[in-house]
């Protein structure tokens, strides 16, 4: 069953090792967890329902408190926090739970009579407070796309399936594989998240170099807005003026709810792998990186961990007797304190495969990389959806755990990345506190890539402080990020929490254009409010 306090399923969790425990008791201290408060007892402080009775709507709508409150909130560090002390503020009303297009115009316009607000609710994974209710004294509504989670339609010809907006990643790609495709869009929540979700936030996958960004995979579909519906068509591509498509990506909710989604699906691989190098330097291993994507080497994912994060991933890998092993052969290869890692990946056919990986190994040999082959690449892959569950293990420990990411040009990548790592390293020194800091670059483009900092700190002595701690770090870095030529946001979308620093980026008249687009979909404001604009 999903957690309702956390992230994923409660029957799963991954324990750290006891010399990653060691590792971070010597970089900040000891953690003192915090008490948790039960479900009985956070159900007990759900208000009633100011949500007025309507007979056409009635039977999708579940006002049980247990529902309301595993819908209140998302899965960012302030999420958990108010989960974990009950200290939620406001819930929905409601959660509706449509099963058709049909049933989502029902809603709007039960919305519309009733002045209600509407919340669209994918698979709860937002770590930017998208779909968090807040009191303006309207009932709120979350409306659920659980339902709709199937695969409708599948044109082999033309290489388009269509699914229903609420399909969560393993049920696109299962009913994808029975026909021998792929969507190829594994984002890091990919076993929570849903298509509709992808979409709205500008999702990107972890193997974006092969199968390209939301933007490139989202073919058309079907949106309902209060001002009635709207269908994008599946044109391969058009000049006839600005591209309706482009508006709905990114739009988080404020302009309708999504219901269906038109994809572009490939072909199964017959092949992949993942290998793993390492590099003396970060100097090294960013050349390389860079050289690799601009002379288009055909990989389908690339990560590049800098010394801090290597050195990190190594001491919470467990296994110590075959990390020794490892440091020695690097050690012997050149690549000792300060190393970088390098993991990237391979897929298509055999022949493509053998190109990709000789023209990659040659790139990294020629920066002095260590080629250690694909056991650790596998472990990469194996795990590469379960590592948001460390931050349950660091929260029993006393540890807070959050990440920010950005993405900037070539030129500004170290400036960026250091200037962001050091934000967050020195953010709590009046507080006699230090955070553990750590980045990889995860996705790449010719013109430059995205930069993904996790930093963890010790909790403070109450809910309260601990906030006080993350609100500080997440706004003075937001603040720096944008000032210095990032993105608020390469992949997380903007939220609620994002939300004050997009007009840096997009500019006043930007700005007015976005307002603009929302009123005319949504005139009277009732979809997702304070979410994308503050």
């Known amino acids: 069953m999903r957690r309702w306090n956390g992230w994923g399923d409660d029957q799963f969790s991954l324990e750290l090792p006891e010399q990653g425990r060691g590792f971070l008791s010597e970089r900040i201290g000891e953690g003192s967890p915090l008490p948790d408060i039960s479900l009985a007892e956070a159900c007990k402080a759900v208000p009633e329902s100011r949500l007025p009775a309507d007979s056409r709507v009635e039977s999708l709508i579940n006002r049980t408190a247990d529902t309301r409150l595993r819908h209140a909130r998302g899965q960012s560090l302030p999420d958990l926090l108010a989960m974990r002390s009950g200290d939620i503020g406001q819930y929905p009303d409601g959660v509706a739970f449509p099963s058709t297009g049909t049933d989502v115009r029902a809603l709007l316009e039960y919305a519309s009579e009733n002045d209600v607000h509407l919340i669209p609710y994918g698979g709860g ?50 009913q994808l ?15 929570l998240s849903t298509l509709g979700g992808w979409v709205a936030s500008r999702s990107s996958g972890q193997q974006s170099l092969r199968y390209g960004r939301i933007e490139q995979l989202f073919a058309g579909g079907r949106i309902e807005t209060p001002q009635g519906t709207l269908d ?14 482009e508006m709905i990506l ?27 190098v390492f590099f003396p330097s970060w100097d090294q291993a960013r050349t390389a990186a860079r050289q690799l994507v601009q002379s288009r080497v055909q990989l389908s994912m690339l990560r590049l961990s800098n010394a801090m994060e290597t050195e990190t991933q190594l001491a919470l890998a467990g ?34 495969c053998r190109s990709a990986l000789s023209e990659a190994r040659k790139v990294c040999s020629e920066h002095a990389g260590a080629y250690t082959g694909t056991r650790l690449g596998s472990k990469w892959a194996e795990k ?58 995860s996705h790449f483009y010719g013109q430059g890539c995205s930069i993904y900092t996790t930093y963890v700190f010790r909790v403070g002595d109450g809910y309260e402080e601990t906030l006080k701690r993350w609100q500080h770090l997440k706004h003075t870095t937001s603040e ?39 009123d005319c979909f949504d005139p009277d404001k009732r979809l997702n409010p304070k979410t994308l604009l503050d």
Request: with cysteine.
């Open 125 to 174: 994974t937002s770590v930017a407070g998208h779909i968090n209710p807040v009191d303006q004294g309207r009932p709120v509504l979350t409306v659920s796309l659980a339902n709709m989670n199937r695969l409708l339609d599948l044109d082999h010809e033309s290489q388009i399936a269509t699914f229903g907006a609420g399909t969560p990643g393993p049920l696109v790609e299962s």
């Open 177 to 191: 594989r029975a026909h021998g495709y792929t969507l190829g869009h594994f984002p890091q929540s990919f076993e």
């Open 232 to 245: 994008i068509p599946t044109i391969p591509a058009s000049s006839a003026g600005p591209d309706i498509r």
């Open 250 to 276: 990114g739009s988080e909710g404020r302009m309708g709810l999504i219901t269906e989604v038109k994809t572009r699906v490939t072909r199964l691989p017959e092949q992949e792998s993942f290998h793993v």
């Open 319 to 352: 296994h110590p007797t075959l990390i020794g092993w490892l440091e020695r052969f690097l050690a012997f290869r050149g690549a000792e304190d300060g190393k970088c890692m390098m993991t990237f990946g391979v897929t298509g056919s055999k022949a493509q």
């Open 384 to 441: 590469r959806f379960t590592m948001p569950y460390l931050r349950e293990a660091l929260w029993e420990m006393g540890y807070a755990v959050d990440t920010l990411e950005t993405a900037t040009d070539w030129d500004n990548v170290d400036n960026l990345l250091d200037q962001v790592e050091t934000s967050l390293r020195e953010g709590l020194a009046d507080r006699n506190e230090h955070a553990h800091v750590f980045t990889h670059l």
């Open 480 to 518: 720096l990020i944008v000032h210095n030529r990032g993105t608020i946001s390469h992949q997380h979308g903007v939220g609620k929490d994002h939300a004050p620093y997009l007009p840096v980026e997009k500019g006043e008249l930007g700005m007015q254009a976005i307002r603009a687009l929302t």
